[in-house]
DNA sequence: CGATTCGATCGAATCGATTCGACCGCCGAA
DNA sequence: TTCGGCGGTCGAATCGATTCGATCGAATCG
């Protein structure tokens, strides 16, 4: 271990050649004799030489091969949401052919975790804000800072980023008028988290004019442009089991809601559950509408009724876009359309 | 886009001072009169200049700050498992207050991956090799080539590599036990993919012979050491379909088993499923057991009988081996171990 | 047979920062 | 008064490869 590692000059040394026609033999690039390839060849194996640095490689390209992925506050969430890892999947898969590798970065996050400074420092081509779409990520600020090109899913609107967005505010209309057309009155909403902050329960007026992720603003919009106010409780995350503590806390409500808009499929998982817990049924007493289209195995035989968004897809496209940035041309934003998919979780409001 | 980033020499220059003055200036090891380092900031903040290029850095430094996580043959199917999610959250956890980076790389794939060198050519400090345990996977040999420390998980043995594991054949012997215990003679396993070639269905003896993932065999030698040879289908990746579909070819054979053992938890679930489609009930008619102890939604109210890991400290105990081997030390392997916790998904078998 | 290419190889500059050793005042201690 | 030490700054070497332009011999062509 303590000896140094060979490096390049000192196998075109032994295979008596330049360095410069090393380089040449191993990256292929560029005229090299048969006979002179396999010397350095040979003298590269005899010296346990493996290739060249990575490290200088990319100071001399300028690229690392390496593209940043901005994942929430933790893995393990970002880990847990299925549209998220669809997303990077698709994304890596875009990515996979050029043979960049996908750099997984957890935003601002609280003790322990690296500074946002520390993050920029390292060498990524390209950044992609996955799901973590404040327009105020210090991150953000810091890689365009860096001339880092970015790409947001859903995300930070600035001139300066590739934008991907879905159709947030049409899914969510056309949703709402669903559940509107079966004669629902009475609605809440369980909804994503505004910002990544653990704040959880019912959003006041104070927390609405607070800003927060574009894609959560946009589809409570669209719901309350079609029932007008309506009781929100915010979960601090987009896992099942905060979609059931927030269901429970709308179920208790003195009224209650006959219809139950959760912002993601996740949250409409851990609804139809407190619902249950409750002795209710759905959809006979209580109608529950998610968002996103993901499997859920949980619910057995029923279909939830939901937008589906094109998640897979939607990163296969950022993966073009990065590829695009990559080659120093600048794509356009792009727009993804949705579809209402009507399933057995929705009906008319009980008598 | 065009004009080139201003670099450190410039600001230097600007700034009125040499350049090694700047590069203290900006990493604040040494001695810098606060009026310099003001001056400093300035003139780069005036030439848009964002702090040292992370390429030269990580060239001179000798270190990328990103450390790789070899993840299977794709992303998505390691996000769909439980397991690797806790692993990959638990050595982000680790690394993070360093601010080192997690890289993943899709291991040996078919269509449109990279090559192994192409992956072996990325920039990193370290590399784990989360769960792809098989000794003679190309990407070990030319990291291991490259220098490059290694850690691996349940995963390939060699001298060369850092080994954290856990007590695969005593926990699944416990297990094997248990069932014996209950009465059970005939059994069956569900088995997890000896390698990643797609293959599914029963494992013959050539199969058998051919090698494959340390863990799967592990646990595999574990219950035929109980029960003798026993008939065992090889699901092609874990995820629940999959343990569905080997369940449906295991309960359709001539003797039915009585007990099926399954080699990780998601499978278990994909059994229990196959077992109630046949109108089977568990564990009345069929015992099934796991391995893993995940959380498992899917079961409602039912608790698998199981072998729990602890996988978010492997994660972290993987972290910190590798802060270790950054550091230039050489961790011990470790062992952890594992223990049954017996649910209500196993019971003596049917009269 | 001389001029022109083309293939193969080499030299040297470059990528952008870090860091070691040297240097220079200046202050306090002997 | 002089020397040791320290804060502050600078020069120059270094990290390890890539690449552009130049060179040189041999083969091709008119």
């Given at each position: 271990?303590g ?14 050649v ?17 006979s002179t ?13 493996a ?10 390209r ?26 990077l ?19 601002d ?20 804000f996955?799901?973590?779409g404040?327009?105020?990520?210090p991150?953000l600020?810091l ?5 880092v ?32 057309g ?7 909403v ?9 704040r ?22 669209a ?5 007008g106010?309506?009781?929100?409780v ?8 905060e979609g ?8 208790s ?24 817990a409750l ?8 109608t ?26 939607k ?6 876009m ?19 998919r009507?399933g ?8």
């Amino acid at each position: 271990m303590g000896e140094h590692r060979a490096t390049l000059a000192a196998v075109a040394a032994r295979a008596g050649v330049s360095p410069s026609t090393a380089s040449l033999a191993f990256s292929g690039s560029g005229p090299v004799a048969q006979s002179t390839r396999e010397r350095v060849l040979t003298a590269a194996r005899e010296l346990g030489y493996a290739g060249p640095d990575p490290l200088a490689r990319s100071l001399r390209r300028g690229r690392s091969g390496i593209v940043g992925a901005v994942v929430g506050e933790r893995l393990l969430y970002a880990f847990r949401d299925p549209v998220a890892v669809a997303l990077l999947d698709g994304i890596a898969e875009a990515l996979s052919p050029s043979g960049t590798g996908l750099l997984l970065l957890s935003g601002d996050a609280q003790h322990g975790s690296p500074t946002p400074e520390q993050v920029s420092r390292l060498p990524v081509d390209a950044v992609v804000f996955a799901m973590c779409g404040r327009d105020d990520d210090p991150l953000l600020d810091l890689f365009i800072g860096r001339g880092v090109p970015v790409v947001a899913i859903d995300g930070p609107d600035r001139p300066e980023v590739t934008l991907l967005r879905i159709d947030d505010y049409g899914g969510a209309l056309d949703l709402a008028k669903h559940v509107a057309g079966l004669g629902h009155q009475r609605v809440a909403v369980a909804a994503l988290p505004l910002r990544l902050d653990g704040r959880s329960g019912p959003v006041d007026d104070a927390r609405r004019a607070a800003g927060g992720f574009a894609d959560c603003r946009a589809r409570l919009t669209a719901t309350e442009d079609v029932f007008g106010r309506v009781p929100v409780v915010e979960a601090p995350s987009n896992v099942v089991e905060e979609g059931e503590r927030a269901g429970r806390l709308l179920l208790s409500a003195p009224e209650r809601p006959t219809a139950i808009v959760a912002q993601s499929d996740l949250l409409a998982v851990g609804v139809i559950r407190a619902a249950e817990a409750l002795g209710l049924r759905v959809p006979d007493d209580l109608t529950v509408v998610g968002y996103d289209g993901i499997d859920t195995p949980w619910l057995g035989e029923r279909v939830l009724t939901t937008v589906v968004q094109p998640m897979a897809e939607k990163g296969r496209i950022t993966g073009r876009m990065v590829t695009e940035l990559l080659a120093g041309r600048r794509p356009a934003d792009a727009n993804l359309p949705v579809h209402l998919r009507v399933g057995t979780t929705s009906g008319p409001p009980p008598a």
